[in-house]
């Protein structure tokens, strides 16, 4: 079983850094590919960033450059550190983890359907 807890939401003026953390308290075997996903108010959810077992990553056009998405797999805990922040990045963000040691490929991996277990979300708002 995998249970997912995020923390590290607040408020935050455009310009402004924030740091989510996502920890599982109850890992998965090996390795899993892991992510961060965010839902502003009216939207989908839509992928923000996923990092694979051997550590690869992808990252949504709109935060390239400004978000960093990392792990610590001794502290079982996946991090985002999101810099520059804009109004437009407002949104719950939620983190989820696939079982498997490699993500989607880069055409599958905003398919929520492709993940296994998702914390219950952080909020972040930009003003």
């Known amino acids: 079983d995998v249970q997912l807890v995020e923390s590290g939401g607040g408020s935050v003026q455009a310009g402004g850094s924030l740091r989510l953390s996502c920890t599982t308290y109850v890992s998965i075997d090996s390795r899993s590919c892991m992510g961060w996903f965010r839902q502003a108010p009216g939207k989908e959810r839509e992928g923000v960033a996923i990092?694979?077992?051997?550590?690869?990553?992808t990252y949504a056009d709109s935060v390239k450059g400004r978000f960093t998405i990392s792990r610590d797999s001794a502290k079982n805990t996946l991090y985002l550190q999101m810099n520059s922040l804009k109004p437009e990045d407002t949104a719950m963000y939620s983190c989820a983890a696939r079982v498997g040691y490699y993500c989607p490929s880069e055409s599958r991996w905003r398919d929520l359907t492709g993940y296994d277990y998702w914390g219950q979300g952080t909020q972040v708002t930009v003003s």
């Open positions: 990092i694979g077992g051997d550590d690869t990553t």
